[in-house]
């Protein structure tokens, strides 16, 4: 698919009668891409996002947008996943060309931010076998929208990395998550497990090659 973007849609909800926090919006995004990978098996768009139209590798964006619930209404009724940590909830489909078209393009992807804090959440039992963990900068300032993007793209590219039968434990125990907020500490000392490093493109917010995300 030569000359065409891709990227995949994301909506993360901003109701103002139930506040989600920074962590676990950036979580819900992560595992709603996931989830969307995995809903929509078939969907054509997958390999292209994912490699690029030469095999090289399609870059992964992903758009994340702000929804209030009328929205969210709107994009399950249009076959979006649905994922909720805590309070936060979000929204996600498979990869599409942009710009975007339908509910997701009239959401808002400036300001996409929710209140920090700083502390690890949690998505399911920790003990489970497998459990998916996201380490997430603290120090470049990325706002709500951009740290659940990179989060995002740190848990799909660990998904992907996982056997079939590592796989099928995960969902088996509903996809068994924590996020952790990184420092210049964190990164010194609880990133070393990562087996995955985001890097950003560095197309907003923060300079080519920053490590944004990793997970293990």
């Not at 990227?7 to 891409?33: F, G, M, N, R, Y």
């Not at 990179?150 to 088996?172: G, R």
Request: aromatic share 6%.
């Amino acid at each position: 698919m030569p000359g065409v973007d891709l990227i995949q849609p994301i909506a993360v909800l901003k109701d103002p009668e139930a506040l989600a926090t920074h962590e676990d919006t950036c979580l819900a995004a992560a595992l709603a891409s996931v989830t969307a990978w995995l809903a929509f098996p078939d969907d054509p768009m997958w390999e292209p996002w994912m490699y690029g139209p030469d095999g090289r590798g399609g870059g992964q964006g992903k758009s994340v947008r702000r929804g209030k619930p009328k929205d969210f209404r709107a994009l399950e009724t249009a076959g979006a996943v649905m994922v909720s940590v805590g309070t936060a909830k979000a929204a996600a489909l498979a990869p599409t060309e942009y710009p975007l078209t339908g509910r997701m393009k009239q959401l808002q992807v400036s300001g996409t931010e929710f209140e920090h804090t700083g502390e690890p959440t949690v998505h399911g039992d920790m003990e489970a076998p497998r459990v998916l963990h996201i380490g997430i900068d603290t120090v470049l300032g990325m706002s709500t929208g951009k740290a659940a993007a990179q989060s995002a793209h740190a848990a799909l590219t660990w998904a992907m990395q996982l056997s079939p039968e590592e796989l099928e434990a995960w969902i088996e125990h509903d996809f068994p998550s924590t996020l952790i907020p990184l420092d210049r500490d964190g990164w010194r000392t609880t990133a070393t497990n990562a087996t995955v490093v985001i890097r950003d493109a560095g197309h907003t917010e923060i300079k080519s090659g920053s490590v944004t995300a990793v997970a293990w």
